[in-house]
């Protein structure tokens, strides 16, 4: 049977539970002497941290435990604490002891205890715990039901690395997955890349009031982003005010101090009464600034000052004004780039790039073309006013085509939704069938080839005469591979001339080869003959 470890107790002294006297010394429970004066376990050391003003109480009680558990060593550390419900304070003075203490969990077992002290000490030593700056267990006691002279009441160990509290972490990821959801609108994304960003996002959202950038291409859903971010964080209690959404690239010349900062009556000609500007309607709530590249280099440098103070100056006032608000800004430009051509501050963007999350453009997210065809469904019954559905034959055309290679949404979620608009629109009785889809897709194919590089045009094109819609079906790999054999048999009389123009390297490695017999295996693949690729005249 393995040696016991020798048993170390940390914990607080507690100024109201601990405090002891001759006269008084047996008359209530008081926790410390409890957790040594347990029947069923041995305290071998105490480590007992004290505010330095607390020095007498504590030798009285280090005096108290000596009578009640004599073979317990009490060592004492006297920390200096101004305020003991500052977070700040007591969490850095607990973690310097935590990090000064020469701990060895092989040798010794540990246990914090954390029914004395303040709330705010509690709720340290769990975090220290929980993080394994202290490699302990904590340590509850309790009194006894009824009270008896001397009686220690009973003590309850906690493991936060034992299963038994698996039901606290499961409501703790509860909790996560609603935010989660929050966050993506009630879309089942399946992006694995875009789940990784949208948790990390949750982290950040929950625990920090620091400024956030989202970055990406114009239409990849930074204002929808913010929207939920800020419907995350009010559902939390973390924001009291108002969403406040700005669009940058629309703030001109003079009025864009004026828009965002404020002015005063008089402050310049036509000012004829004040205006709080849009950072003071932000107070307690979130401020959204898309496009935050378009500012000007004034606008800037006075946004710097309040996001850091909290302060800024209206236009024509020599006196401060205060707004208290969180950050999200959103950009589609460089700002590095921008940095380095002077068009944006550098310390404006140190400031704003703690958080930086690069949003994908949709052809990176094809997998979540589907269910984000029923959100914008659900849109845009919203906006019609009437219930709109699509057909199975009509979904499946129009995913073929969306979540394939040759569909580009240059303006991602814009163009999606406004494709989605369109079909529930022209859709007969509020339902999309395969007639609308294909309308759509002649708009979208119109579009695509206007905007792709000629040669990639030409492909299309092609791939369309000889497959018609099966051109839809292919991979961009088979779709270039079988453009470029279509191309050389059409400059060539016979099968025979068209396979020794495109096997005449292999042929020389496959002595048996056909090379006839090779290309109509290869066309077949794609149901095609020779005579299929051919150019089709204008018949007889």
Same mark, same amino acid.
């Given at each position: 049977?393995?040696?016991?470890?020798?048993?170390?107790?940390?914990?607080?002294?507690?100024?109201?539970?601990?405090?002891?006297?001759?006269?008084?010394?047996?008359?209530?429970?008081?926790?410390?002497?409890?957790?040594?004066?347990?029947?069923?376990?041995?305290?071998?050391?105490?480590?007992?941290?004290?505010?330095?003003?607390?020095?007498?109480?504590?030798?009285?009680?280090?005096?108290?435990?000596?009578?009640?558990?004599?073979?317990?060593?009490?060592?004492?550390?006297?920390?200096?604490?101004?305020?003991?419900?500052?977070?700040?304070?007591?969490?850095?003075?607990?973690?310097?002891?935590?990090?000064?203490?020469?701990?060895?969990?092989?040798?010794?077992?540990?246990?914090?205890?954390?029914?004395?002290?303040?709330?705010?000490?509690?709720?340290?030593?769990?975090?220290?715990?929980?993080?394994?700056?202290?490699?302990?267990?904590?340590?509850?006691?309790?009194?006894?039901?009824?009270?008896?002279?001397?009686?220690?009441?009973?003590?309850?160990?906690?493991?936060?690395?034992?299963?038994?509290?698996?039901?606290?972490?499961?409501?703790?990821?509860?909790?996560?997955?609603?935010?989660?959801?929050?966050?993506?609108?009630?879309?089942?994304?399946?992006?694995?890349?875009?789940?990784?960003?949208?948790?990390?996002?949750?982290?950040?959202?929950?625990?920090?009031?620091?400024?956030?950038?989202?970055?990406?291409?114009?239409?990849?859903?930074?204002?929808?982003?913010?929207?939920?971010?800020?419907?995350?964080?009010?559902?939390?209690?973390?924001?009291?005010?108002?969403?406040?959404?700005?669009?940058?690239?629309?703030?001109?010349?003079?009025?864009?101090?004026?828009?965002?900062?404020?002015?005063?009556?008089?402050?310049?000609?036509?000012?004829?009464?004040?205006?709080?500007?849009?950072?003071?309607?932000?107070?307690?709530?979130?401020?959204?600034?898309?496009?935050?590249?378009?500012?000007?280099?004034?606008?800037?440098?006075?946004?710097?000052?309040?996001?850091?103070?909290?302060?800024?100056?209206?236009?024509?006032?020599?006196?401060?004004?205060?707004?208290?608000?969180?950050?999200?800004?959103?950009?589609?430009?460089?700002?590095?780039?921008?940095?380095?051509?002077?068009?944006?501050?550098?310390?404006?963007?140190?400031?704003?790039?703690?958080?930086?999350?690069?949003?994908?453009?949709?052809?990176?997210?094809?997998?979540?073309?589907?269910?984000?065809?029923?959100?914008?469904?659900?849109?845009?019954?919203?906006?019609?006013?009437?219930?709109?559905?699509?057909?199975?034959?009509?979904?499946?055309?129009?995913?073929?085509?969306?979540?394939?290679?040759?569909?580009?949404?240059?303006?991602?979620?814009?163009?999606?939704? #406004? !494709?989605?608009? =369109?079909? /529930?629109?022209?859709?007969?009785?509020? @339902?999309?069938?395969?007639?609308?889809?294909? &309308? +759509? $897709?002649?708009?979208?194919?119109?579009?695509?080839?206007? #905007? !792709?590089?000629? =040669?990639? /045009?030409?492909?299309?094109?092609?791939? @369309?005469?000889?497959?018609?819609?099966?051109? &839809? +079906? $292919?991979?961009?790999?088979?779709?270039?591979?079988?453009?470029?054999?279509?191309?050389?048999?059409?400059?060539?009389?016979?099968?025979?001339?068209?396979?020794?123009?495109?096997?005449?390297?292999?042929?020389?490695?496959?002595?048996?080869?056909?090379?006839?017999?090779?290309?109509?295996?290869?066309?077949?693949?794609?149901?095609?003959?020779?005579?299929?690729?051919?150019?089709?005249?204008?018949?007889?």
């Amino acid at each position: 049977m393995p040696a016991r470890r020798p048993s170390v107790v940390i914990g607080m002294y507690g100024a109201t539970l601990d405090r002891g006297g001759p006269a008084s010394r047996w008359q209530r429970w008081r926790p410390t002497v409890a957790v040594c004066s347990q029947p069923d376990m041995v305290v071998d050391r105490f480590e007992l941290l004290h505010d330095r003003q607390a020095t007498r109480a504590v030798k009285q009680l280090v005096a108290d435990l000596a009578q009640v558990s004599p073979e317990t060593t009490v060592r004492t550390h006297p920390l200096a604490l101004d305020d003991p419900w500052d977070f700040e304070e007591v969490f850095g003075a607990l973690h310097d002891f935590a990090r000064g203490y020469a701990f060895d969990p092989e040798a010794e077992d540990y246990r914090v205890h954390i029914t004395t002290g303040t709330h705010v000490m509690q709720i340290c030593w769990f975090l220290l715990a929980e993080s394994r700056h202290v490699p302990a267990r904590l340590l509850q006691a309790s009194p006894p039901a009824k009270w008896a002279a001397g009686a220690p009441g009973s003590v309850q160990t906690i493991d936060l690395d034992l299963s038994r509290y698996d039901a606290i972490a499961r409501r703790f990821a509860a909790e996560r997955e609603a935010g989660l959801d929050v966050l993506k609108a009630g879309i089942d994304t399946r992006n694995r890349h875009f789940n990784r960003l949208l948790a990390q996002i949750e982290r950040v959202a929950a625990r920090s009031r620091e400024p956030m950038l989202l970055t990406g291409p114009t239409g990849a859903g930074k204002s929808r982003l913010a929207r939920r971010i800020y419907a995350l964080k009010k559902q939390r209690r973390q924001l009291e005010g108002d969403l406040v959404e700005v669009n940058c690239a629309t703030l001109r010349g003079d009025g864009a101090m004026s828009a965002l900062f404020g002015h005063t009556r008089g402050a310049f000609t036509g000012a004829a009464s004040a205006r709080p500007g849009l950072l003071r309607a932000a107070d307690g709530g979130l401020l959204f600034l898309d496009e935050i590249g378009e500012l000007g280099l004034d606008e800037q440098a006075m946004l710097l000052r309040a996001i850091e103070r909290k302060v800024f100056l209206p236009v024509g006032s020599d006196r401060e004004v205060q707004s208290d608000f969180q950050l999200i800004a959103g950009t589609n430009r460089d700002l590095r780039a921008a940095v380095r051509a002077g068009g944006f501050r550098e310390d404006l963007l140190a400031r704003i790039d703690l958080w930086t999350f690069r949003l994908p453009a949709l052809v990176e997210r094809r997998e979540d073309i589907a269910p984000n065809l029923d959100f914008e469904l659900d849109r845009c019954s919203a906006r019609i006013g009437t219930r709109i559905t699509i057909n199975r034959e009509a979904r499946r055309r129009f995913l073929r085509y969306a979540e394939g290679p040759g569909a580009r949404w240059p303006g991602n979620f814009r163009d999606f939704g #406004a !494709a989605v608009m =369109r079909m /529930a629109t022209l859709a007969p009785a509020g @339902r999309i069938d395969r007639e609308t889809v294909t &309308e +759509e $897709l002649a708009r979208l194919r119109a579009r695509d080839a206007a #905007a !792709a590089p000629p =040669r990639e /045009a030409a492909e299309d094109g092609l791939l @369309r005469e000889v497959l018609g819609g099966g051109a &839809e +079906e $292919l991979d961009r790999f088979d779709a270039v591979q079988l453009a470029e054999v279509v191309r050389t048999c059409r400059r060539h009389p016979s099968m025979a001339s068209a396979g020794r123009a495109l096997f005449a390297v292999s042929r020389t490695r496959r002595r048996t080869a056909n090379d006839s017999d090779r290309l109509r295996k290869y066309l077949a693949k794609f149901g095609l003959s020779f005579d299929d690729v051919q150019p089709r005249g204008d018949g007889p």
